[in-house]
């Protein structure tokens, strides 16, 4: 198989120096870049008696540039294994990027790469991307590049495109051995309005355009990006992150995911959408995607940052960008649920209990600290009434915190890492609403050294969010306004196998 130059170059360079990173420098079961830069989870797929996950990616910096494509594969989720780079931007379609895409098995057992390519020649206006979409085929290690690409490009898509924003394609392989496969587009000229376009191919390379699966009803910010779309559950779930979202008690402002469930025509294409919702509540989380495993759940994964923040980075890591803990997802009346892959339970050890620990004053508990660990608290009021807030507090040390608050009377759960030791100036801290039962709340907190990820009541809603506290901050307390009792349990996350 023929390298390109570009690719010899960054496989050479992620070896020579992402291979030297001691591992402390990194999460302990999160993915990282294996050197520089990542964005959005790629091609998340079973191929070959393992997950394989690619990534954009830039190796050379810790910031975005001309984006290639890394990749790792894991048997668990939570063990990663670098493989060389999968893409690099090498080819006339893809000379300035290879964005965000997707992977499948092909009939006769190839690994079929579906990606954005992005060429800036011809552009009218300077910095202003032409987008189409291309195929690249290989072993699960190295990728050739279909000689004929792009696959899809503008003609016959709808008339109104704009060919700036036409990107991200979600493939996937219906039971018949055919293909579908979602991308996004943007309607104006002025990157005002997303829709998903749905397409179908016989043999992963032809594709036809179907219809506009949905489009943006104006309520969900502007450009979509990442869609993902399947049945689960009985019920038909397309998630994709929409950019710049209005603050409405709907949704967070911003860009963020969001999933929407509703029924799905097979013979226009067409969804129709019942209810939907925001997939994460904190501040890190974007470009969802999901893969089917071998045994049936869907399980997704997220870029666990946010384009608003990427200032806030430790410069002493070599990399920036993580992906999230995947989750495995679910749907029940027509809202989402996520758990933490069950994978994690064998990497949990030291479990730890306390039942009706009454907590008033700031307490700490002996063995509740750490910063790789899985921690879930249930609290509920001693008294009706018995207190207004409670805290959670972990990353501590004599200076820095970060914390939980929750306010029972409203039901709001308040997240602040503005004191975790950070000095860059940017959003910190989130609040929303959450759902008490009989008075219990419940909260499953996952930490890994640089970001924290809380599973609230069983995974009605999720908050993430990353923070840079040195690691020596390991403590946790416990504070309340009155008195609210608590029970714990506790586990360090290691390795067992
Ligand atoms: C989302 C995104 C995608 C694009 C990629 C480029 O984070 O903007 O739409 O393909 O990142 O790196």
Same mark, same amino acid.
Request: hydrophobic share 35%.
């Given at each position: ?5 570009a690719?010899?170059?960054a ?15 990194r999460p ?5 870049p ?6 959005d ?6 191929y ?16 975005w ?9 894991t ?10 780079a ?5 080819s ?9 895409g ?5 009939? $006769?057992? @190839?690994?079929l #790469? =579906? ?9 009218? &206006?300077?910095?202003? !991307? ?12 190295d990728?050739e ?11 016959g ?10 990107r991200?394609?979600?493939?996937w392989r ?5 293909y579908?496969?979602?991308?996004v ?12 376009l749905?397409?179908?191919?016989k043999d992963?390379?032809?594709y $036809?355009? @179907?219809?506009? #699966? =949905?489009?943006?009803?104006g309520?969900?910010g502007?450009?979509w &990006?990442?869609?993902? !779309?399947f ?17 409405t ?11 929407i ?26 470009a969802?995607?999901?893969v ?5 759940r ?5 870029w666990?940052?946010?384009? $608003?923040?990427i200032?806030f ?10 992906m999230?803990?995947?989750r ?11 758990k933490?892959v069950?994978e ?26 750490g ?5 879930t ?20 040390n ?6 939980i608050v ?10 602040d890492?503005?004191n ?7 959003m ?20 890994d ?5 809380v599973?609230?009541?069983d ?19 416990f ?6 009792l608590?029970?714990v ?7 067992r196998t």
């Amino acid at each position: 198989m023929n390298q390109s130059s570009a690719l010899i170059k960054a496989r050479k360079y992620e070896e020579e120096k992402g291979d030297r990173v001691d591992p402390i420098l990194r999460p302990l079961y999160h993915l990282t870049p294996r050197i520089g830069w990542m964005n959005d989870p790629n091609g998340f797929s079973w191929y070959n008696g393992c997950y394989h996950l690619f990534y954009q990616y830039y190796p050379y910096a810790k910031k975005w540039g001309p984006m290639h494509w890394g990749h790792a594969v894991t048997k668990d989720f939570l063990h990663w294994e670098f493989k060389p780079a999968a893409l690099a931007p090498d080819s006339a379609p893809d000379k300035d990027g290879c964005f965000s895409g997707s992977a499948v098995e092909t009939g $006769d057992g @190839r690994h079929l #790469l =579906l990606y954005t390519g992005v060429n800036l020649d011809g552009s009218p &206006e300077k910095g202003v !991307f032409f987008q189409v979409q291309c195929v690249a085929i290989g072993d699960g290690v190295d990728y050739e590049k279909y000689e004929s690409n792009p696959v899809i490009d503008l003609s016959g898509i709808p008339a109104d495109t704009n060919p700036h924003d036409f990107r991200d394609p979600k493939i996937w392989r219906e039971e018949d051995g055919t293909y579908g496969c979602v991308a996004v587009n943007g309607v104006d000229k002025d990157f005002t309005h997303g829709r998903v376009l749905y397409f179908t191919s016989k043999d992963g390379i032809h594709y $036809d355009y @179907r219809s506009t #699966l =949905l489009e943006n009803d104006g309520t969900m910010g502007k450009m979509w &990006e990442c869609p993902d !779309f399947f049945e689960l559950d009985g019920t038909y779930v397309l998630l994709m992150s929409p950019q710049d979202v209005l603050q409405t008690p709907r949704f967070n402002c911003g860009n963020q995911t969001v999933c929407i469930v509703g029924d799905y025509d097979k013979e226009t294409c067409k969804m129709t959408p019942k209810a939907d919702m925001t997939v994460d509540y904190g501040i890190d989380f974007y470009a969802t995607q999901t893969v089917l495993t071998p045994d049936g759940r869907r399980v997704m994964i997220a870029w666990m940052q946010n384009w $608003d923040t990427i200032k806030f980075t430790d410069p002493a890591l070599p990399w920036l960008g993580m992906m999230t803990l995947p989750r495995e997802i679910s749907i029940v009346n027509e809202r989402l649920i996520q758990k933490p892959v069950r994978e994690i339970e064998q990497f949990r050890t030291h479990q730890v209990i306390y039942n009706h620990v009454l907590v008033g004053d700031m307490i700490t508990l002996d063995a509740i600290r750490g910063r790789t660990i899985d921690l879930t608290i249930e609290l509920y009021p001693e008294t009706f009434g018995s207190y207004t807030k409670f805290e959670m507090r972990f990353a501590v040390n004599e200076n820095y915190y970060t914390s939980i608050v929750y306010r029972p009377r409203e039901n709001r759960l308040e997240f602040d890492r503005s004191n975790s030791g950070t000095r860059v100036a940017v959003m910190h801290d989130r609040h929303f609403f959450v759902r008490n039962r009989n008075g219990k709340l419940k909260l499953r907190l996952l930490l890994d050294r640089y970001s924290s990820e809380v599973f609230i009541n069983d995974g009605e809603q999720v908050m993430t969010n990353v923070l840079y506290t040195d690691l020596a901050a390991d403590q946790i307390c416990f504070y309340s306004d009155g008195k609210v009792l608590m029970d714990v349990e506790k586990y360090d996350l290691m390795d067992r196998t």
